[in-house]
């Protein structure tokens, strides 16, 4: 059973840094990709970033690259979203998500099986 539930998120203002977390109280975390997505009011859900099982691949929506990083610890069975240089428009819920595929990072959120239930991010301009 994968059950991920997100953390970090906040206000800041633009400029800023936070760092979300996602943990998965599974015993088959090391396993899987995982992904970021977000989704600001009235907008479609988005992909932001993603990890392959051993992280030795990362993707970047194009919006975050090279201010966003992802990394993982499959020792402690979570994977992070480290945010620098904030701007509003990054205003959104931010979830974490599972792709059961270990070794390929996708953008696709259909290709990801399971979904914590999100953590907001506020960026005060």
């Known amino acids: 059973q994968v059950q991920l539930v997100e953390s970090g998120g906040g206000l800041v203002q633009a400029g800023g840094s936070l760092r979300l977390s996602c943990a998965d109280s599974?015993?088959?975390?090391?396993?899987?990709?995982m992904g970021w997505f977000r989704q600001a009011p009235g907008k479609e859900r988005e992909f932001v970033a993603a990890?392959?099982?051993?992280?030795?691949?990362?993707y970047y929506a194009d919006s975050v690259k090279g201010r966003f990083t992802i990394s993982r610890d499959n020792a402690k069975n979570t994977v992070y979203l480290q945010m620098n240089s904030l701007k509003p428009e990054d205003t959104a819920v931010y979830y974490c998500?599972?792709?059961?595929?270990?070794?390929?990072?996708?953008?696709?959120?259909?290709?990801?099986?399971?979904w914590g239930q999100g953590t907001q991010v506020t960026v005060s301009s």
């Open positions: 990890i392959t099982w051993t992280g030795g691949s990362t």
């Open positions: 599974g015993r088959t975390f090391s396993t899987y990709a």
């Open positions: 998500a599972a792709d059961l595929r270990a070794g390929v990072v996708s953008g696709r959120s259909g290709d990801y099986r399971y």
